[in-house]
């Protein structure tokens, strides 16, 4: 990577790419644009993710793709355009207002929400159909092309027929409009938007001088690759930020702009020559230098969503950080936090700047200590927020503090329940005593609090009868666990359960995929398809108990948050919906 003269003044891009759910900002851009902001550096933001979904979800995008679809010879899109001729329609007139539900307080009627997402549903499928066999949605995207490997990437970010984001992004970004920039950084969190980033870095490097960083979380647990294919730093992208990115982004900025060596630019891999280097990481262990979010040229009105909710972050790692399933903090030195003064300074900050009074705190879980802080900070504000997080099931959330969180603005918590087999939650490390977290949750509902919980599927050696177990606990107690994010297990290749494979019962596979954060794997006591039909036993066990219920379509937990602030819990938990064709 060449570097800019000492002294040069720099412009910088972050961009957010699909595919993921358009429902609010991610956290990212403002905070990595807030550090740099805060030291002078003239840098903006561009949620491509948001517009992708307002580009293609309009009238004028659905009747493109029919006029392209017609012009096919494959007999199965050519019997999907007969068979919906009346239905596609019906999806030209009414898509845009089926987007409106999303954007405005038509959002808050169950009825009309569900039936503006079963429209979109069906925008997807029809604009998808043009680039046969791929399919995308909100926050999905699925396609024969991606394998997970490099071949397959360079294959699809080259292929216009299947691939809908070369024409996107080829209209979106111009050389008149991007030679301004000395850098872009793209922010990738999810492992779904690998093919879209390198579709989007192939056009950018047409199209731009500046240097393209990308980064994020699944960049960071991807990060081998990177050294096996050299020609990833020719073809698409200039270096891989890792690590903590809120100082080492600064260190970036100083090496660009001539004021400081690549090799001191904290967990950055590039290429000088034909060798790929990478820096050690930098442990950020410090907090308080960090930087209020800064979403300056954001346009919150393209959401969809009808209200805003601002992410928060208050630490690094996690408190706990012993789970063997977990990927992302284990092995973790420390857990590392901002005070709670700094914290609801955060708050008062965007208050001010955008009227922010509802957000989401995104930190795993938060320490009941921290969190008892952080309420009490916050009941000194002279003006009132709601907010959401996630915690653990922790004996220390005692009613007298479950009731000062709810005083203090807390609506609905997220809590890792995982499983209700003993044997299952030691092998988790779990660390929490199985029978008093109901005590907790019954605490918590008691309140006012809305129970949200996660719960894991197939874990290694997991029995049907175990799983059964899991399902029992949810179905049967609605009256305090009101929703769930149920998901079927993964080998995460970062987690302990990864490095100590024998103890669970886990072959690895020879052969991995190179751009998978996950790992092919046999289980001993169930395979895939077994575990993914215990899931679908789940919700169907569900809905024949508790009916369709709000939470069964109201997504993503943002979402579900907006609903309780709107109707109230007690409203919210009464609706169900009958027709669920």
């Known amino acids: 990577m060449k570097r800019r003269k000492k002294g040069y003044f720099l412009k910088g891009l972050f961009i957010y790419p699909p595919l993921v759910h358009p429902g609010q900002p991610y956290l990212s851009l403002p905070l990595l644009v807030g550090q740099l902001r805060s030291k002078n550096v003239d840098v903006s933001s561009m949620d491509l993710n948001v517009k ?8 004028e995008s659905i009747e493109k793709a029919v006029k392209r679809i017609k012009l096919s010879n494959n007999p199965k899109i050519l019997s999907f355009l007969f068979k919906n001729k009346k239905r596609i329609k019906l999806l030209i007139n009414n898509i845009e207002d089926a987007v409106n539900v999303y954007k405005t307080q038509s959002f808050y009627n169950p009825d009309k929400f569900f039936k503006a997402m079963k429209i979109l549903s069906f925008a997807f499928e029809v604009y998808s159909y043009q680039f046969f066999p791929t399919e995308i949605s909100f926050s999905d995207l699925k396609t024969p092309q991606y394998d997970r ?21 080829e209209e979106n970004i111009k050389k008149r409009e991007f030679s301004k920039y000395d850098f872009i950084c793209i922010s990738v969190p999810n492992a779904m938007q690998i093919p879209v980033v390198f579709t989007l870095t192939r056009v950018l490097k047409q199209n731009t001088e500046a240097k393209i960083i990308i980064g994020g979380n699944v960049i960071n647990r991807l990060s081998k690759v990177f050294k096996k294919y050299p020609e990833i730093f020719d073809d698409y992208i200039d270096g891989v930020l890792l690590g903590e990115g ?51 040229g954001f346009d919150f009105s393209e959401y969809y969503a009808p209200d805003i909710v601002f992410p928060l972050q208050f630490g690094k790692g996690c408190e706990w950080g012993k789970c063997t399933y977990c990927g992302i903090f284990h092995g973790k030195p420390d857990y590392y936090n901002k005070s709670a003064k700094q914290i609801v300074n955060e708050i008062k900050a965007l208050y001010k700047r955008y009227g922010a ?26 003006f009132k927020i709601h907010y959401f997080a996630m915690a653990r099931t922790d004996i220390r959330f005692t009613s007298e503090l479950l009731a000062k969180l709810y005083k203090s603005g807390l609506r609905m918590i997220s809590w890792g329940i995982e499983s209700d087999s003993p044997r299952i939650l030691k092998a988790m490390n779990k660390g929490i005593n199985r029978n008093k977290r109901i005590d907790v949750i019954r605490k918590s509902k008691e309140v006012g609090l809305w129970n949200n919980t996660y719960v894991l599927f197939g874990f290694p050696s997991e029995t049907k009868e175990e799983a059964q177990m899991t399902i029992d606990l949810i179905c049967n107690n609605r009256d305090i666990i009101h929703s769930y994010n149920a998901t079927v297990y993964w080998a995460d290749s970062k987690a302990f359960i990864q490095s100590h494979s024998e103890i669970f019962g886990l072959k690895l596979d020879e052969k991995q995929e190179e751009f998978s954060v996950y790992l092919n794997y046999t289980d001993s006591t169930m395979t895939r398809e077994e575990k993914n039909k215990i899931h679908e036993s789940f919700v169907n066990q569900y809905i024949e108990k508790n009916g369709f219920t709000v939470n069964q379509i109201i997504f993503p937990d943002e979402n579900l948050f907006l609903y309780i602030l709107e109707k109230g819990r007690d409203k919210v938990l009464e609706w169900k919906y009958r027709d669920t064709k």
């Open 52 to 59: 992708f979904y307002n580009k293609i979800l309009t009238k």
């Open 149 to 169: 490997n490099y071949k397959s990437i360079e294959k699809f970010t080259k292929d216009r027929e299947t691939n809908p984001f070369i024409e996107y992004f």
């Open 246 to 296: 809120e100082y080492s982004i600064i260190e970036l900025s100083e090496y660009i702009q001539g004021k400081r060596k690549i090799e001191n630019v904290s967990g950055l891999i590039y290429k000088i020559g034909n060798e790929v280097k990478e820096n050690p990481r930098m442990l950020l262990n410090d907090l308080s230098k960090i930087a209020v979010p800064d979403y300056t």
């Open 357 to 382: 009074v509802k957000f989401e705190f995104t930190d795993e879980c938060i320490r009941p200590d921290l969190f008892e802080e952080i309420a009490d900070e916050i009941l000194k504000l002279e």
